[in-house]
C-alpha cells in the first residue's frame, strides 16, 4: 500500500469529517502543493480556485513563510499568553498596522468563529446588552454562538433560539428582498429595513450589529455605495457596537487589506480575521479592538481567553505573511487581478452562458450566480442544497485540473492573490469548457 492510499483508508476509517454524512464521503487525497495549484493522490496537478477553504492568500508553500515557520520552531515553539514574545508582539503590531482607524489593539484567538464570540462577548459587556443583529446570507463560524449569528442554512440544526441573535436582510439587488430596482434603491431600502428591525427590537436591548462587509460563503455581494456608513451611521444612534467579520474578505481578498474599506472610510468598534493573516499555513484568528472597548476592560478583567492566544508559531507565520504582502504589494495585485483579469474574463464568460446570471466580486473574489433562466433567476440548485447540473460541473472543472469552490448554486472564483495573470486565464477557460460540457449534457 503507497503512502497516499494509507492516507485514504486511514482517514475514511478514523477522521469525522465537519458538516457532512460520513457514510459516503470519498475525499480527494492532497499530496504536495506550490503556488497555485496543488497534487491529488494519483498526481495529477490541479490549479486552485479554492484557495483551500479561502485561506491560502499567498499560494501554496511560500518559502518566506515556510522559513519563518522554521526558524521559529527552532527558537521558540510556544509560550503562554500571559508572556510577551517577540512573533506575537510583532504580529499584533503590523495587524494594527493595517486595520482601519484606532483598533489597535488584537486578542488572539486561533480561528474565526472564536474570534466571533470574543468580539460579540465583548460588545456585551461593553454596552450591557443582550442581543446581536447579523444578516441572513452570512456565515460567522461554527462554533454555538458563531453558528447561531449565520445567516444560512448550517445554522438551522444548531439554532436553540436561545442565543439573543436576531437576523435582518442585507443588500443583494439580484435577489432583492425590497424590490429594488438599482442599487441605490436597494441601499436605502435595505437601511430602511435595518432601522425597523432595530425599532422593533428595541435599540436598548442590541449589543451589535455583526456584519460581513463582503458576505463570502453566502454569496460575495460588494455591499452598495452608502450601506456601509449608513449601518455606522444606526450603531452610533443607537449606542450600538459595529463588529466587521472579515475572517475570509480580510487580508487582501477583494483587493483592499479589509473589505469594509469598500465602504469608504467606515470604522468598526471591533474588526474579526483569520484565514489570510498567515495564509493558513498554521491556525490563527482575532479580534482588533477599539480604544474604547479596549477601555472597558483596563480596570475590569476580560472573562475570556485561549491557551493557545498567540501562538508562537501562528503568529511568526503572520509576521511573514503580512511582510511579504507589503513587500509585494499582494494587496494591489488582488486589485488588479480582478479589474483586468478575473473581472473581465467573467464578464466574458456571462456574455456567452446563458446559465450565468450575475458575476460579482472584487480582487481575488468572485461569484458567478449561476440560473437555469435569466428571466425567473431560478438558481442551479436549491438555497441550501445541489443538483445535477451543479455535480456535473464540478466534476468538470477536476477533471480538466482545476479545483473549484462550489456553494449551493454559485460558483466561486478564489484563487491565491499570487496567481499569475495567465494561470487565472487558463482557469477561466476550463470553466467555460466545463459550462459547456454541463449544458450540453443537461439538454
Ligand atoms: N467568518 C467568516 C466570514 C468565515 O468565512 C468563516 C469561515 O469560513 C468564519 C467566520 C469561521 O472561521 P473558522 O472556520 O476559522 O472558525
Known amino acids: 500500500m503507497t503512502d497516499l492510499d494509507r492516507a485514504y483508508e486511514l482517514d475514511r476509517r478514523h477522521v469525522f469529517k465537519p458538516w457532512v454524512a460520513q457514510a459516503k464521503l470519498d475525499p480527494m487525497v492532497i499530496s504536495g502543493s506550490e503556488g497555485s495549484f496543488v497534487w491529488d493522490g494519483q498526481g495529477r ?94 456565515y460567522h463560524g461554527g462554533t454555538q454562538l458563531a453558528v447561531n449569528v449565520t445567516g444560512e442554512p448550517r445554522r438551522w440544526p444548531n439554532d436553540t433560539a436561545s ?45 451589535a450589529v455583526i456584519l460581513e462587509p463582503i458576505p463570502g460563503t453566502s454569496g460575495i455581494m460588494v455591499p452598495p455605495e452608502g450601506y456601509l456608513r449608513g449601518v455606522r451611521e444606526l450603531c452610533d444612534r443607537h449606542g450600538m457596537l459595529l463588529i466587521a467579520d472579515e475572517v475570509m474578505a480580510g487580508f487582501g481578498r477583494s483587493g483592499r487589506w479589509f473589505s469594509i474599506e469598500h465602504g469608504g472610510d467606515v470604522v468598526p468598534d471591533l474588526l474579526t480575521f483569520a484565514k489570510g493573516v498567515t495564509s493558513g499555513y498554521v491556525p490563527l484568528g482575532g479580534v482588533a479592538i477599539s480604544d474604547a472597548v479596549a ?75 449561476l440560473v437555469r433562466d435569466r428571466e425567473t433567476r431560478e438558481p442551479l440548485a436549491p438555497y441550501g442544497g445541489t443538483s445535477p447540473e451543479m455535480a456535473a460541473l464540478t466534476q468538470g472543472c477536476v477533471s480538466r485540473g482545476l479545483l473549484p469552490f462550489v456553494n449551493f448554486n454559485r460558483l466561486h472564483v478564489v484563487p491565491p492573490l499570487t496567481i499569475s495573470a495567465e494561470e487565472a486565464r487558463s482557469g477561466i477557460s476550463i470553466l467555460d469548457e466545463a459550462l459547456d460540457e454541463a449544458r450540453n449534457a443537461a439538454t
Open 295 to 369: 477601555a472597558t476592560f483596563a480596570d475590569r478583567p476580560y472573562p475570556g481567553g485561549l491557551t493557545y492566544s498567540g501562538h508562537t508559531l501562528a503568529c511568526a507565520a503572520a509576521v511573514a505573511t503580512i511582510e511579504t504582502m507589503e513587500d509585494e504589494d499582494v494587496v494591489g495585485q488582488a486589485d488588479r487581478l480582478g479589474a483586468e483579469v478575473i473581472g473581465p474574463g467573467l464578464a466574458e464568460l456571462a456574455s456567452r452562458h446563458e446559465w450565468v446570471g450575475e458575476v460579482r466580486g472584487a480582487g481575488a473574489f468572485w461569484a458567478l450566480e
Open 45 to 138: 496537478r490541479l490549479l486552485d480556485f479554492t484557495s483551500q477553504l479561502v485561506y491560502t492568500n499567498l499560494g501554496h508553500q511560500h518559502p518566506r513563510v515556510v522559513e519563518a515557520i522554521r526558524r521559529q520552531a527552532e527558537t521558540l515553539c510556544t509560550a503562554a499568553p500571559t508572556h510577551a514574545t517577540l512573533a506575537r508582539s510583532e504580529a499584533a503590531r503590523l495587524i494594527a498596522s493595517h486595520t482601519p482607524g484606532d483598533l489597535d489593539r488584537i486578542l488572539f484567538t486561533t480561528a474565526g468563529a472564536d474570534a466571533n464570540e470574543h468580539a460579540i462577548r465583548m460588545a456585551r459587556l461593553h454596552t450591557g446588552r443582550p442581543k446581536v443583529l447579523s444578516r441572513y446570507r452570512s
Open 163 to 207: 442565543q439573543g441573535t436576531v437576523h435582518f436582510f442585507g443588500p443583494f439587488l439580484y435577489r432583492s428582498h425590497f424590490h429594488a430596482t438599482t442599487e441605490a434603491e436597494e441601499c436605502e431600502r435595505a437601511l430602511q429595513h435595518l432601522r425597523e428591525v432595530i425599532e422593533m427590537e428595541g435599540p436598548s436591548t442590541i449589543a
